[in-house]
């Protein structure tokens, strides 16, 4: 079964689509093949796998960690949700823009976003479980997130009034994490 990118964004994120076998008993499919990873230039060495379930109107993000640097490869896989990364990486082209998409149980879609990515998402419809591969190991000490209403940013949100953590209300902006010491972590490298 064939694995493709279907489109590429902010220099290193990408838009996954994998073929899909259906008929009347359900539906087959391959999401990660590390062969076909590989040859599309992506990472293969994924080390944890996340699995969460949030409730509609839930915001969590934007989240990201630097030691070690932590890509992640999400999907939906109940429900639907608008998923969303914000280029990070000092010196990039694209630092402070961001890319969203809705992705579902139904359109199968994922997005690879690397590390110096900061990610989140919203959940769209009444619950929704996001699954993710990460190309890093959770560490606590060097992770952090970027305030989801980031001015500087203006992400387009498909909600106005989010259900958010504690820590993800008292998260930086963009400019105070590109002013912090930890910022050098993400140098962007052409």
């Given at each position: 079964m064939q694995i493709k990118i279907a489109s590429s964004h902010l220099n290193g994120l990408v838009v996954v689509e994998q073929e899909v076998f259906e008929d009347e008993r359900g539906f087959f499919m391959e999401v990660f093949r590390a062969d076909q990873f590989n040859a599309l230039g992506l990472p293969v060495d994924f080390v944890q796998d996340n699995h969460s379930r949030s409730?509609?109107?839930?915001?969590?993000?934007l989240h990201f960690q630097w030691q070690p640097p932590m890509g992640k490869?999400?999907?939906?896989?109940?429900?639907?949700a608008y998923l969303v990364a914000v280029d990070?990486?000092?010196?990039?082209?694209?630092?402070?823009?961001?890319?969203?998409i809705e992705a579902s149980a139904q359109n199968k879609k994922q997005v690879f976003a690397p590390a110096g990515f900061a990610r989140g998402f919203c959940v769209l419809s009444d619950v929704a479980e996001i699954q993710y591969k990460c190309t890093g190991i959770y560490n606590s000490k060097a992770e952090s997130g970027i305030l989801w209403n980031d001015p500087g940013i203006g992400i387009t949100w498909p909600?106005?009034?989010?259900?958010?953590?504690?820590?993800?209300?008292?998260?930086?902006?963009?400019?105070q994490w590109l002013a912090s010491p930890e910022a050098d972590n993400f140098i962007y490298q052409p």
């Open positions: 409730q509609k109107g839930v915001l969590r993000g490869l999400m999907r939906v896989t109940l429900g639907s990070i990486r000092k010196g990039s082209p694209t630092l402070g823009q961001w890319f969203g909600l106005e009034n989010p259900v958010l953590s504690e820590k993800d209300t008292r998260a930086r902006t963009l400019s």
